[in-house]
T-cell receptor, first 113, second 115 residues
Framework: EDKVVQSPLSLVVHEGDTVTLNCSYE??????LLWYKQEKKAPTFLFML????IEKKSGRLSSILDKKELFSILNITATQTGDSAIYLC?????????????FGEGTQLTVNP | NAGVMQNPRHLVRRRGQEARLRCSPM?????VYWYRQLPEEGLKFMVY????????ESGMPKERFSAEFPKEGPSILRIQQVVRGDSAAYFC?????????????FGPGTRLTVL
């Protein structure tokens, strides 16, 4: 059965800190890994990663995938209170195993002023 | 381009009643996915549909739950004879057909409360 594990489950930091969120996965015929940010509504898409070692960046957020070690990290630099949210990692296998995303439990990030 | 739309946003039902949740995918998207998020848990896949076809329903309980995505109109997730354990947030996501992209875009969810 496909499995995604995120750590830490909860993280409290001060504004300006840098955080690293971890995601490990075990997925049959791995195809891609996605990061989402969930506030009190819909998960919003952040990144999709398919290749090892290629960093994706969007402002203060960046992410990278290691397909050999089966993990990904999400970095947030110079955190702001608006970054407070649950960060979800999801992995997807090949079409033969369905098009579902298997999600981790999420990391609850709280950024205090 | 409007995002994925779900309604109602909040739904309260008594035990034994039926719940109908609707999802309109983003314009141009013909793949729809339903996920359930129980309190303090991550999102769990339920069902994947294309127009008029259920592609993968392996995550959906065999009893009381059904889903459809008709040729016209929204996708419907139907829960018959609801029980307290069905209380959760139900999210719909959609993806486009042309690029066969893996990215799924989520709607705001329907929060079902069973009294």
């Amino acid at each position: 059965e496909d499995k995604v594990v995120q750590s830490p489950l909860s993280l409290v930091v001060h504004e300006g800190d840098t955080v690293t969120l971890n995601c490990s996965y075990e997925v049959t015929n791995f195809r891609s890994l996605l990061w989402y940010k969930q506030e009190k509504k819909a998960p919003t898409f952040l990144f999709m990663l398919t290749s090892s070692g290629i960093e994706k960046k969007s402002g203060r957020l960046s992410s990278i995938l290691d397909k050999k070690e089966l993990f990904s990290i999400l970095n947030i630099t110079a955190t702001q209170t608006g970054d407070s949210a649950i960060y979800l990692c999801a992995a997807r296998g090949a079409e033969t195993s369905g098009s579902r995303l298997t999600f981790g439990e999420g990391t609850q990030l709280t950024v205090n002023p | 381009n409007a995002g994925v739309m779900q309604n109602p946003r909040h739904l309260v039902r008594r035990r034994g009643q039926e719940a109908r949740l609707r999802c309109s995918p983003m314009k141009g998207h013909s793949h729809v996915y339903w996920y359930r998020q129980l309190p303090e848990e991550g999102l769990k896949f339920m069902v994947y549909l294309q127009k008029e076809n259920i592609i993968d329903e392996s995550g959906m309980p065999k009893e009381r739950f059904s889903a459809e995505f008709p040729k016209e109109g929204p996708s419907i997730l139907r829960i018959q004879q609801v029980v307290r354990g069905d209380s959760a947030a139900y999210f719909c996501a959609s993806s486009p057909v042309i690029l066969a992209t893996d990215t799924q875009y989520f709607g705001p969810g329907t929060r079902l409360t069973v009294l």
